[in-house]
């Protein structure tokens, strides 16, 4: 707790162009959030080369990233938006927790089954040790809510767990965190398969909406939206592609799901694709334009990267040192 706030942490990869997934499950409400916490906001590189990443590409995907972020209406001034390979207690404290993990716990993890099977002939320590160095990154800044999409649930639990085993042993040395997952768009689902996670790496590019994408890309990729022999706007289970649609308007416009259905009670596909592709279109225009200003502005970007990195790293020492000495590390002679 700092000036009575409690305190955020969350993060996104640094691989590819972010999607309207990370916008509606993650970011969009860490922006309504920013006002009442602590903010830390960490765009995680470390995570990012648990694939191969080509070098070039990952810097250039790590600063578009930390833009997005400003972009999207956070205030760097306010909240910390920094790269989490800047601040080394993170991989410190990783491999500290490390050492308080199971295999078994690890082993049960179903993005690493997803991963490793995506990656069949790059199945890396690092890909089986993700969510130790997530739980280090929750835990580093004693944070009290984590916002993300539904899809990070099993790894922030794994985190909880990994904070109260310590705290049984030490004491409390750690806040237990807590998950903020949105009612609305906590999972987006591909448009061309929406039995399938919205995702930045899809080799099909109707699937994916970037959050960068220009307007008629957005409105030819509804259009494209996969549906169903229906005819019915209606959120049920069996027309997974309408219920998507449903999930990215309402997320959108903070319309409840009776009420878009009500809207559109007798319309036909393709008026409601044009509609969803719309409120998109006009949710991310404003974040497209400061972006564009964001990208011109070089000396301003680099000074927040400059200064939220010793503002982070300043805070995340405290809590290493903290943990260094329950342990039993060697004292620091100064
Ligand atoms: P990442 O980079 O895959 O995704 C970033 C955030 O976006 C959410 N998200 C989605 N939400 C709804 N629908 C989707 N299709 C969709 N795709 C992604 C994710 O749930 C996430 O909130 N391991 C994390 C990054 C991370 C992190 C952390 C998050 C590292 N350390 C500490 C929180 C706290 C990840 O890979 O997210």
New binding site residues.
């Given amino acids: 707790m700092l000036d009575g706030k409690k305190t955020i942490?969350?993060?996104?990869?640094a691989?590819g162009n972010l999607?309207l997934?990370?916008y509606?499950?993650?970011?969009t409400n860490w922006v309504d959030l920013a006002d009442d916490y602590n903010c830390y906001y960490?765009v995680?590189d470390e995570?990012a080369i648990t694939v191969r990443q080509d070098p070039t590409a990952l810097r250039q995907n790590a600063r578009k990233v930390l833009m997005i972020y400003i972009a999207a209406g956070l205030d760097p001034e306010k909240c910390c938006i920094y790269y989490?390979s800047h601040v080394s207690a993170h991989a410190e404290l990783g491999w500290i927790l490390g050492c308080y993990t199971y295999m078994g716990e690890l082993s049960r993890m179903t993005?690493f089954k997803d991963k490793s099977a995506k990656h069949a002939d790059n199945i890396n320590a690092g890909l089986f040790t993700?969510p130790v160095?997530?739980a280090a990154?929750?835990l580093l800044y004693q944070s009290d809510l984590?916002?993300?999409?539904?899809?990070?649930k099993q790894?922030?639990e794994l985190?909880r767990d990994i904070a109260i085993r310590f705290n049984n042993i030490y004491g409390d040395v750690f806040t237990i965190p807590e998950g903020y997952i949105p009612k609305a768009?906590?999972?987006?689902?591909s448009l061309q398969d929406p039995t399938k996670?919205?995702?930045?790496s899809d080799e099909n590019e109707n699937a994916t909406i970037h959050i960068l994408d220009k307007p008629d890309d957005i409105i030819r990729k509804f259009k494209r939206a996969v549906t169903d022999s229906v005819g019915i706007i209606q959120y049920t289970d069996d027309q997974p592609g309408i219920r998507n649609l449903i999930d990215i308007y309402t997320a959108c416009t903070g319309k409840t799901v009776d009420e878009t259905v009500r809207e559109f009670d007798g319309k036909g596909y393709g008026d409601f694709k044009m509609a969803v592709g719309e409120v998109v279109v006009d949710k991310l225009a404003p974040i497209q334009a400061r972006y564009d200003e964001l990208a011109k502005d070089k000396a301003y970007v680099d000074s927040i990267i400059k200064n939220n990195a010793e503002k982070a790293s300043y805070f995340a020492n405290k809590t290493l040192r903290k943990v260094q000495k329950k342990i039993g590390y060697p004292e620091r002679i100064r």
Avoid: E, W
């Fill in positions: 942490f969350s993060g996104m990869q691989t999607t997934g990370n509606l499950g993650a970011l960490c995680v995570h989490q993005q993700y160095l997530m990154d929750i984590v916002p993300v999409g539904s899809d990070q790894h922030l985190a768009g906590a999972r987006i689902m996670k919205m995702s930045k």
